[in-house]
């Protein structure tokens, strides 16, 4: 076993790779310039979304549908924001040494199973709520009569393919979140012993 | 300036370490340098908060083995074994088990790569020649947990890796 240990520590590796400082704050310049780039894209998101339904609202396009596309505005920023904040609570803490490994896991672990079993709140009901009103409105304008002949149709396929979507969310969601529940289990009974 | 000094000092000491880490954490080369850069980042950055709190020794191997931890977790790689299952997959009769010395670090980094953490970590830590209280201090597992584990890794290691005929002894 002894050699074993001897080969290991023998194997060519690359050990020159960022050894000088130059090159450490070079590769933090790096980082910071990618969440930037990361945190710009967002902002290019947001404000063209805003100016598409805003645009959209003014020019009186789907009068009925105005506040629901508001509220999926809104909704869209909310996400973005959301997904961003979980993006940059992802980012390494400068205590690192200070937590032995199984610790720190299990960090890292419990903070992605509360985020993905609380996506139904912070992703999925911002845009449940405009979905379901425009459902509604949809709904109404058919009973009414207002609405065309063919909106029946349209009417059940949003709903089939809204429930099929958002269904398939939330279990991936759900099923992603108990994965990283037992593994947190796992590691808990391991330091138990 | 000591957030530098003491980062020169650890990659000094510990660099081929570290290196040898991302090696067996990471089969694809562009991979392996990315982790190894950031473990390098994370290191220095933790030195601003070091101040003997453990030591030189503990810190490094922490901020490399948590570093790694993270990208592993971001890559959501599937499939990984314990200790125990890994040693029922390998069969006695398998005939890649018996291997020449040139394969011998190959196969040991891809068996690191399919262990779950913690076991993977021991590995890494007991091949680095690290004692079992440093591999608890390292990874948080009791001693006796780390004991335990050591056993079970001597023991994989020497049903995976026997010697082909002429290189006995390697891994005895």
């Keep these: 076993m002894k050699d074993l240990k001897t080969a290991w520590k023998a194997q060519q590796v690359e050990v020159n790779a960022m050894t000088s400082l130059v090159e450490v704050r070079a590769r933090a310049a790096e980082v910071e310039a990618g969440v930037r780039r990361r945190n710009l894209a967002l902002y290019v998101y947001s404000a063209a979304s805003i100016l598409v339904s805003a645009w959209l609202i003014a020019r009186g396009a789907f009068p009925a549908m105005r506040y629901p596309m508001v509220l999926m ?37 419990e903070r992605q199973a509360h985020g993905l079993s609380r996506a139904w709140l912070w992703y999925m ?67 138990a012993n | 300036m000591a957030q530098d000094e003491l980062f020169l000092g650890a990659i000094a000491e510990f660099g081929p370490a570290l290196a040898r880490l991302a090696a067996a954490y990471e089969a694809d080369w562009d991979q392996r340098r990315d982790l190894l850069q950031d473990v390098k980042l994370a290191l220095w950055r933790s030195f601003a908060g070091y101040a003997g709190q453990c030591s030189m020794r503990t810190w490094v191997f922490r901020v490399a083995h948590n570093t790694a931890i993270s990208t592993r977790l971001r890559r959501r790689k599937l499939g990984l074994v314990s200790l125990d299952e890994l040693a029922d997959l390998a069969a006695a009769d398998d005939p890649e088990a018996t291997v020449g010395n040139a394969h011998v670090l190959a196969r040991l980094q891809a068996m690191i790569r ?48 026997r010697q082909a005929p002429g290189q006995q002894g390697e891994a005895a």
Aim: aromatic share 6%; no cysteine.
């Design chain 1, 125 to 191: 009901l911002p845009f449940l709520v405009p979905f379901v009103w425009e459902l509604g409105i949809m709904l109404h304008r058919i009973q009414t009569g207002e609405a065309p002949p063919e909106a029946p149709r349209l009417l059940a396929v949003f709903v089939v393919t809204g429930v099929l979507f958002w269904t398939a969310v939330l279990l991936a969601f759900s099923r992603a979140a108990l994965k990283a529940r037992l593994e947190i289990e796992r590691l808990s009974a391991l330091q």
């Design chain 1, 73 to 109: 505005v809104a909704a869209h920023l909310m996400v973005l924001w959301q997904i961003n904040r979980r993006i940059a609570a992802r980012r390494l803490p400068a205590d690192l040494g200070a937590r032995p490994a199984i610790d720190f896991h299990r960090e890292q672990l």
């Design chain 2, 114 to 161: 399919r262990l779950k953490p913690p076991d993977d970590q021991v590995m890494l830590l007991y091949l680095e020649d690290q004692d079992a209280a440093a591999i608890a201090e390292i990874t948080g597992l009791s001693a006796g947990a780390v004991a335990t584990r050591i056993h079970r890794v001597k023991q994989l290691l020497s049903n995976r890796l």
